[in-house]
């Protein structure tokens, strides 16, 4: 046998296999031989004694005669007893031969059948051999033929494993290449952040030094225009001057104090005043010292705005066009499978017309509402993960969704693929909104940081940590509200870097809601209610809950109607539930086509129609 260290011969299996059934059947043979041996020789034994057997009958058949005649011939000298003696002994004889020779016949047939029966198993055994011995040679060569394949496999191993081997070092190599890009990316991702924020920087530098030469210039011109109305102040102006002087003098006031940027109003007034018979100098020394009262205190109001005096002002959507009167849904007009998986966000657009949903697969889905059915208008793709916010910008022609993965992204309505990209969230981001002013937007995250994004240059202005994880985010004229695990509502003036008010809820806050008037907030959290939080006194003003209603999701959104007169949240039993935000009670209860929790609903701007949409996939037009 050869040695562990020996070359493995490929025929050696096959040669043990094959001794094996040689001693098998050299086995079988002497065991079936033996039983043979035995027989023969009684066989022949038996064959032996019939022989003997014939021949001593044909002698007994000779001997009577013989035997008769002796006994006439000495009758007369033996005695008569001893004569029967000698004659009856033949007889037994005969009958002892007979019954012998009828024993040794029962035997030899019974031996003959035996022998019958033997031949015919040898016979049976041997075809079983010759079956056994083709089926052998079947064997012999299937297994030369299985040789010739496992040499070939063997052969084809070989080449696979120098293939992997060539794989593995091109692997290696290639995870080498990746490690070093990886190294350079992250070289060059430190290069730019340090290069972001040295712009940034550079740009905060900038905008204080135009500030600060802003603010010497308006400087200068408040105290050129305080000179100007002090030496106008010290000028008497005499009774007997005639209208005509008086009018020419007012007019060079006037426009002495243009650059002041006075208003329209205290402009007129000033003018009417002044085109009046002046009676004395007293009346006008305090006439002009209200001016200059009024122009500080106009300056001085600016500054107290936040706002860079003579700055140039911020550009402002156009206002959206709301109804003054909302109808109650009462039935469902068109239900569809709006995506391939969960639907998380729905919003309409400012026109009533369009609706954009948002799911689980990625996609975000335009929708045309039209004569009471929804018909599907575009799909925007490009998202990285599953989409849990949709919003449109005032104009309608932007779409701004938050995704999963850690980036919120901007579509232009009518382009199929993302325009930008918001990266810069180490979390999942929740909520994505746009601001009123134009190019703005804000993003909420799990990573506990709510930003501000210029969507003319795609970058973060502005990173506000907040504390806890921000569920949803809504946007003021100057004020950014977030709703966060912590079951807390933060205020942040999107003027300065701190927080202004917090207000607690009991329960995480699952979604924000600003109405048209930005007087009142309304919130709904995971303890199944929803808040109407007047902003005027920055307090709850009214707590929604029903029976059977019940937030299902950390992303359940609530929304006012367009006139703020009603409340509108879908339940985890599919169920949509309407609020009287006047009285506070309970105003209708919507069921039938949701079979699933409904994710997210959305009040068009004309107040006819509203969406929900489920985890079921489904999206449902109300009428």
């Keep these: 046998?050869?040695?562990?260290?020996?070359?493995?011969?490929?025929?050696?299996?096959?040669?043990?296999?094959?001794?094996?059934?040689?001693?098998?059947?050299?086995?079988?043979?002497?065991?079936?031989?033996?039983?043979?041996?035995?027989?023969?020789?009684?066989?022949?034994?038996?064959?032996?004694?019939?022989?003997?057997?014939?021949k001593f009958s044909e002698k007994l058949k000779s001997e009577p005669k013989d035997v008769i005649s002796i006994p006439h011939k000495d009758s007369r000298e033996e005695v008569s007893g001893t004569g029967l003696d000698q004659v009856s002994s033949p007889a037994s004889l005969r009958v002892m031969w007979q019954q012998e020779k009828k024993g040794l016949q029962l035997v030899c047939g019974e031996m003959a059948y035996q022998v019958v029966k033997k031949s015919a198993a040898l016979n049976t055994l041997q075809s079983q051999l010759e079956e056994r011995q083709g089926r052998l040679e079947d064997l012999q060569a299937c297994v030369v033929q299985l040789q010739e394949v496992r040499a070939q496999q063997s052969r084809q191993l070989e080449e696979r494993e120098a293939e992997n081997a060539a794989l593995r070092e091109a692997y290696e190599t290639l995870l080498d290449q990746a490690a070093h890009q990886e190294a350079a990316l992250r070289?060059?991702?430190?290069?730019?952040?340090?290069?972001?924020?040295?712009?940034?920087?550079?740009?905060?530098?900038?905008?204080?030094?135009?500030?600060?030469?802003?603010?010497?210039?308006?400087?200068?011109?408040?105290?050129?225009?305080?000179?100007?109305?002090?030496?106008?102040?010290?000028?008497?102006?005499?009774?007997?001057?005639?209208?005509?002087?008086?009018?020419?003098?007012?007019?060079?006031?006037?426009?002495?104090?243009?650059?002041?940027?006075?208003?329209?109003?205290?402009?007129?007034?000033?003018?009417?005043?002044?085109?009046?018979?002046f009676r004395s100098a007293s009346a006008t020394s305090l006439t002009l010292s209200r001016c200059v009262d009024v122009v500080k205190g106009l300056l001085d109001f600016k500054k107290r705005r936040g706002h860079s005096v003579g700055g140039a002002p911020e550009q402002r959507y156009q206002s959206i066009p709301v109804c003054v009167c909302t109808q109650i849904p009462s039935q469902a007009q068109d239900v569809l499978d709006a995506h391939l998986s969960e639907v998380n966000a729905v919003c309409f657009g400012p026109n009533s017309s369009l609706l954009a949903t948002g799911g689980a697969d990625r996609l975000i889905h335009l929708w045309n509402v039209v004569g009471g059915r929804l018909e599907a208008n575009q799909t925007l793709e490009g998202a990285g993960g599953s989409i849990t916010s949709v919003d449109f910008d005032p104009s309608g022609s932007q779409v701004l969704a938050a995704t999963y993965n850690q980036a919120a992204q901007l579509w232009k309505v009518g382009e199929t693929q993302s325009k930008e990209t918001l990266s810069g969230h180490k979390d999942k981001v929740t909520a994505a909104k746009f601001k009123l002013t134009r190019h703005q937007a804000v993003t909420g995250s799990r990573d506990r940081t709510v930003k501000e994004w210029d969507l003319g240059r795609a970058y973060c202005s502005r990173t506000i940590d907040v504390l806890s994880y921000c569920n949803d985010v809504a946007?003021?004229?100057?004020?950014?509200?977030?709703?966060?695990?912590?079951?807390?509502?933060?205020?942040?003036?999107?003027?300065?870097?701190?927080?202004i008010q917090v207000i607690p809820v009991q329960g995480r806050v699952t979604s924000l809601n600003l109405s048209h008037d930005q007087l009142h907030l309304l919130s709904c959290s995971r303890d199944n209610t929803l808040k109407v939080i007047d902003l005027r006194i920055s307090n709850i003003r009214q707590v929604f809950r029903a029976d059977g209603f019940k937030c299902s999701s950390d992303w359940t959104k609530a929304v006012f109607s367009p006139d703020r007169s009603y409340a509108l949240a879908g339940s985890s039993n599919g169920t949509l539930y309407i609020w009287d935000v006047n009285t506070g009670k309970l105003e209708s209860s919507l069921q039938g086509p949701h079979c699933s929790a409904v994710n997210a609903v959305a009040w068009c701007f004309s107040g006819n129609h509203v969406v929900s949409v489920d985890q079921g996939r489904k999206a449902v037009l109300w009428h």
């Design 475 to 499: 946007c003021g004229d100057h004020i950014i509200i977030s709703g966060h695990n912590d079951q807390k509502i933060r205020f942040w003036d999107s003027r300065g870097p701190h927080c």
């Design 187 to 277: 070289r060059l991702q430190e290069e730019a952040r340090d290069l972001l924020e040295q712009l940034v920087q550079r740009k905060a530098r900038a905008a204080a030094e135009r500030n600060l030469r802003n603010e010497r210039r308006e400087r200068a011109n408040q105290a050129r225009v305080s000179q100007e109305l002090k030496k106008a102040a010290k000028r008497t102006v005499s009774i007997s001057e005639i209208p005509n002087t008086l009018e020419d003098g007012t007019k060079e006031e006037t426009v002495a104090l243009a650059p002041a940027a006075m208003p329209e109003f205290l402009e007129t007034e000033t003018c009417e005043k002044w085109k009046r018979p």
């Design 1 to 54: 046998m050869a040695g562990p260290g020996a070359p493995c011969d490929p025929c050696a299996p096959v040669a043990v296999w094959k001794r094996h059934i040689v001693r098998q059947l050299r086995h079988r043979d002497r065991t079936q031989k033996a039983l043979f041996l035995e027989l023969v020789p009684a066989y022949n034994h038996l064959l032996e004694k019939a022989e003997l057997l014939a």
